[in-house]
């Protein structure tokens, strides 16, 4: 074998080579994207979810501002009440005189007081140095309520004519009171709306997370299979040009051979030719005629 044809064959190797590499990036580019397209796929899904989980969040969020409107109506309302009860009491003790000797009033002086610190413990959130303050507060309250009660135990009561304003006291600590009922219902029906709130906060914060994963593994892949792409798209411009060259030089190799070809008969005719003229000039000197060079 010439070094010519082994070097064909050499060439002809290379070629098949890099059409299968070419076949094999393009095979590993699409692999890439159907992955790619997976974790988009999945990251769709997840935000998907999170929307949906939004839309729930902000339908607690309303209903739980809602609870919290009302609670703050009958706050106000129970506030309201226990106001007017302590006005009261403050206008009978001025009639009635010396405090000291009025205890009854003192007695629900007191009950109010307690009252007002314990529904502040039960609606509001405090730290827990001033809850044990508070706490303390209370402790001393009823001490003295109990206290103050004994006394009123020893004593009799003092006789005034304020039969009413005792009935509207009584009245008002009662309205107060169902008042405050509604108070820690709704308060309690919000804390419900924003355990749920949160736990949804949760969820998406995790969702989220998750998304992100996805969307840079989604990110990595893609750029992955447009570097095998760009690989690909190289590999071909080659291969093309390999062949634009091989069928180039094939149409040279293939225009000499038809101009060899061409010559070679040409040659063989002209030869044919003055074999003729030969043989035509030996008939005609034989027979006594005159030759001539004129073709």
Excluded: C
């Amino acid at each position: 074998m010439s070094d010519k044809e082994t070097t064909k064959k050499e060439d002809l190797e290379q070629l098949k080579n890099a059409e299968k590499k070419y076949q094999s990036l393009i095979e590993k580019r699409n692999e890439l994207n159907q992955v790619a397209k997976q974790f988009r796929e999945e990251r769709d899904m997840l935000n998907e979810k999170r929307k949906e989980l939004k839309n729930d969040m902000d339908k607690i969020k309303k209903e739980r501002e809602k609870f919290v409107v009302k609670m703050k109506e009958h706050k106000e309302k129970r506030n309201l009440y226990q106001q007017k009860a302590k006005e009261l009491i403050d206008a009978k003790r001025k009639k009635k005189g010396d405090v000291i000797k009025n205890l009854p009033l003192r007695v629900e002086e007191i009950k109010a007081e307690i009252q007002m610190m314990e529904y502040e413990q039960e609606t509001t959130i405090l730290d827990n140095r001033k809850e044990n303050k508070l706490i303390e507060r209370i402790k001393q309250k009823r001490k003295e309520y109990n206290e103050v009660k004994k006394q009123m135990e020893k004593q009799q009561l003092i006789e005034v004519d304020l039969t009413d304003t005792d009935k509207s006291i009584t009245e008002l600590f009662k309205k107060a009171d169902a008042e405050h009922e509604k108070v820690q219902k709704y308060y309690g029906e919000s804390q419900q709306k924003h355990e749920e709130y949160k736990k949804l906060v949760n969820e998406i914060a995790t969702l989220i997370g998750e998304a992100n994963k996805k969307h840079k593994k989604y990110i990595e892949i893609r750029e992955e299979a447009q570097s095998n792409h760009e690989k690909a798209l190289e590999m071909r411009s080659k291969i093309v040009t390999v062949k634009k060259e091989r069928m180039q030089q094939f149409q040279e190799n293939r225009d000499i051979l038809r101009n060899q070809n061409i010559k070679a008969r040409k040659e063989l005719m002209d030869n044919d030719k003055l074999e003729k003229v030969a043989e035509q000039s030996v008939e005609a000197l034989k027979g006594g005629k005159k030759i001539t060079l004129s073709g």
